[in-house]
């Protein structure tokens, strides 16, 4: 009889234990994504600082990878993830408990660091519960679960900070994580090497050949972190649609169905006619925002969101995973994810200060008593420009197939 930890089938114990606690993980994540600025914003703070606290854990994710990408081959992956999501726990009381915008930033340093494990430990994880022959399929379902999560994690943060209010809100995410913490430790990860030795190297963080797509990632999740960051300010405080939610809803379906019907696209037409659309159409996302006056408009955002991010980012992540030699798809996994976190961060900073600039140019040089109809232009007029990220990122595409045609 094989051992349970030795699969025959993608839907094993292990794969779904782990499986539901990266669903709940990424669910928490994003409710706490979208809420904290909403909730940095009710305190005070300036589009600016709403920028900083939605983005700054992206800082600390950064920091923490290059220590702990050597740490998943040297020590019980399971370990690391109990470490993490403890971390994970410890940020959201954080959050619970804050009484100021300095409180929202120590908490998302915080979150990022468990962010930089979780993330690449849990799909690490998820490979050690496949069965040889059958990790295209296993990851594709996993990160399927997690785009969902991430898709209605928002809209659930919405509805419950309207009825129960911000704080019992962070609790419940405090509860999916300790739900993550107990499924943890059932689960199976593969012992590390009895001679695998801890080291920090450069060609053990960064693979030089993921590095161009790692930028291109750069700039296509700078408008994406624009979305959790300012999307529920803008469309909820200042136009008043008060069923957002909806967005996040119509997102998650969106990106069901278009994983299922997008996956083969790239090997049968290539990856430049997949991404180069895909990212057009995310830049239509940006255009509706900034027209739109209605639910009905975010609406169809969302279906141009799904249509976009949700399906140039697997594409990408598959586009930086053929560039790399198959030794190196760790490192090559890392370096795309350095590069996602770039982008998480410096897309809220750069459109918090934009929208400022704005603002004070609409408001007699200053963001005191500005009205809802002026940092509704503003944000509007700060959507339009988040687009010239997207046509970097289209250029970039071009410059990478062009050279892996070479």
Known sequence: MLRENTPTKVWNRGYILIFVANLFQHMGQQTITSLVPKYASSMGAAASVV?????????????????????????????????????????????????????????????????????????????????????????????????????????????????????????????????????????????????????????????????????????????????????????????????????????????????????????KFGYRKVLVPSMMCFAVTFIMFSVSKTVTGFIVAAVFSALGYGVALPNLQALCMTSVPAEKRGVGSNTFFLGQDLGQFSGPYLAGLLADALIKSRNGGTLEGASNAVKASAYSTMYLVIIISLVIAISLVFYITRKKKQ
């Open 51 to 267: 920028g900083i606290v939605s983005g700054i854990f992206a800082i600390s994710a950064l920091a923490i990878r290059p220590v702990a990408s050597p740490a998943f081959d040297c020590f019980r992956k399971r370990n690391i993830y109990l470490l993490a999501t403890i971390i994970l726990i410890c940020s959201y009381t954080v959050f619970y408990f804050a009484p100021n915008v300095s409180w929202l930033i120590a908490g998302r340093l915080l979150q990022g660091v468990g962010i930089g494990m979780t993330a690449p430990i849990s799909l690490s994880i998820a490979c050690d519960n496949l069965p040889e022959g059958s990790f295209a399929k296993g990851v594709s379902f996993f990160s399927l679960g997690q785009a969902f999560g991430q898709a209605v994690g928002p809209s659930i943060g919405l509805s419950l900070s309207r009825n129960y209010g911000y704080r019992t809100t962070f609790l419940a995410c405090i509860g999916a994580m300790t739900v993550c913490l107990i499924i943890g430790f059932f689960v199976y990860s593969k012992p590390a090497p009895a001679d695998a030795k801890y080291r920090i190297r450069f060609d053990t963080i960064v693979a030089k050949e993921a590095i161009p797509s790692a930028i291109t990632m750069t700039f296509l999740n700078i408008p994406y972190a624009c979305i959790g960051g300012f999307l529920l300010i803008y469309a909820n405080d200042t136009l008043g649609i008060t069923n957002i939610g909806l967005y996040y809803t119509v997102y998650a379906i969106g990106i069901l169905v278009l994983r299922f019907a997008t996956g083969g696209l790239a090997d």
